[in-house]
T-cell receptor, first 114, second 110 residues
Framework: DTGVSQNPRHKITKRGQNVTFRCDPI?????LYWYRQTLGQGPEFLTY????????KSRLLSDRFSAERPKGSFSTLEIQRTEQGDSAMYLC????????????FGDGTRLSIL | GIQVEQSPPDLILQEGANSTLRCNFS?????LQWFHQNPWGQLINLFY???GTKQNGRLSATTVATERYSLLYISSSQTTDSGVYFC????????????FGTGTRLQVFP
């Protein structure tokens, strides 16, 4: 069990640029989640996948955000035309493919928009 | 959707002291997790405890689902316990989308 892996750990970019983050879940976990955490707040749900199917998206996920999990393994989260308000920690979690299983989180990607 | 509140918001302890953190939720749950977010931002699973009591070393947790609260006990606190403690429950019963509480920021001084 190698844990949930996220890359990069930190990303600094200029406003208006596109960024992409990657998440590799725990190998036997079919469910994958993305959350966003801003300073002083708890994580907020963005979206989740069961295998390659994206099952739910939050209202927080504007049309500049897109997430994929093409082969049901790793996932990517892309933000287009970044804005200063996108600065946050982006957390990925995974869980087994049955109800009411604990979610295990990666170390996150911290995004800073200049 | 469900509301989750934690208390106290801040806690300052001297090393060796004990503490109790509380998580109240507004509706029935079948899933509750406690997390510790360390000063480096890592979110670490402490307990998955929809009901009952569990213990792991100096930490234990109790969830009383019928009364809609959970407690996290930290005994003989250490400086490495510092950070923010979150509880999280599903947004709706039997769903996977987690709603996190407001958090308790713990500082343990030597």
């Amino acid at each position: 069990d190698t844990g949930v892996s996220q890359n990069p750990r930190h990303k600094i970019t200029k406003r208006g640029q596109n960024v992409t983050f990657r998440c590799d879940p725990i190998s036997e976990h079919n469910r994958l989640y993305w959350y966003r955490q801003t300073l002083g707040q708890g994580p907020e749900f963005l979206t989740y996948f069961q295998n390659e199917a994206q099952l739910e998206k939050s209202r927080l996920l504007s049309d500049r955000f897109s997430a994929e999990r093409p082969k049901g393994s790793f996932s990517t989260l892309e933000i287009q035309r970044t804005e200063q308000g996108d600065s946050a920690m982006y957390l990925c979690a995974s869980s087994k493919d049955t109800s009411n299983q604990p979610q295990h989180f990666g170390d996150g990607t911290r995004l800073s928009i200049l | 959707g469900i509301q989750v509140e934690q208390s106290p918001p801040d806690l300052i302890l001297q090393e060796g002291a004990n503490s109790t953190l509380r998580c109240n939720f507004s509706d029935s749950v079948n899933n509750l997790q406690w997390f510790h977010q360390n000063p480096w931002g890592q979110l670490i699973n402490l307990f998955y405890i929809p009901s009952g009591t569990k213990q792991n070393g100096r930490l234990s947790a109790t969830t009383v689902a019928t009364e809609r609260y959970s407690l996290l006990y930290i005994s003989s606190s250490q400086t490495t316990d510092s950070g923010v403690y979150f509880c999280a429950v599903p947004f709706l019963y039997n769903t996977d989308k987690l709603i996190f509480g407001t958090g308790t920021r713990l500082q343990v001084f030597p």
